[in-house]
């Protein structure tokens, strides 16, 4: 079965198509929602509820090109995410004026799994906006109105997740 066929079946209720759906883009969808919280069993359970909500809805999904039933999935992983952070009532840190940003030239020595497990123990709130940021190319207006803060609150918490990041890399002496 192909992407678009298993997307047809889906939407006339097949199980199998939801199965082959599911196995191809679970591991995907997973590490989405772990780069927004801080437990496997939280991101599972909002892997999980991503797509229980994208079978409700997939009458609703438009297939447009190769790959774009994982960016659906991954836009409700981060919803859902984004929701149980607000749930939490997780607050993001105060401004602070004394933020030091990372310069862009930067080289890291650093394998790829130690950055992703240094910036999934960030605070939650420097975690989301350097996940919506940086990872997912979102722009701090549009990040602003994901997390109901201002535009300036969004670039402070990327600042400050930034030095908070650089500051555990350089403890770990992986920071070139």
């Known amino acids: 079965m ?4 298993a997307i047809k079946k889906a939407k006339r209720g097949k199980s199998e198509a939801q199965k082959w ?11 989405v929602c772990i780069r927004y919280m ?5 991101a599972e359970e909002i892997m999980m509820t991503t797509f229980l909500k994208a079978f409700e809805n997939i009458n609703r999904f438009e297939y447009r090109d190769e790959g774009s039933i994982a960016a659906w999935l991954k836009t409700i992983a981060i919803r859902e995410s984004l929701m149980v952070l607000r749930k939490k009532k997780m607050e993001l840190c105060t401004i602070d004026d004394n933020v030091c940003e990372l310069d862009p030239n930067t080289n890291f020595d ?17 975690r989301t906006v350097i996940n919506l940021n940086v990872i997912e190319g979102y722009s701090h207006k549009e990040i602003s109105k994901m997390l109901n803060i201002s535009e300036s609150t969004s670039r402070s918490q990327l600042a400050k997740a930034k030095q908070l990041l650089r500051t555990k890399l350089e403890r770990k002496k992986v920071y070139a």
């Open 2 to 5: 192909n992407e678009i066929v």
């Open 21 to 31: 759906i599911f196995n191809k883009y679970a591991q995907y969808i997973f590490r």
């Open 38 to 42: 801080k437990y496997e069993a939280e």
């Open 110 to 126: 650093i394998d790829a799994e130690y950055l992703y497990d240094t910036i999934r123990n960030l605070p939650y709130g420097y």
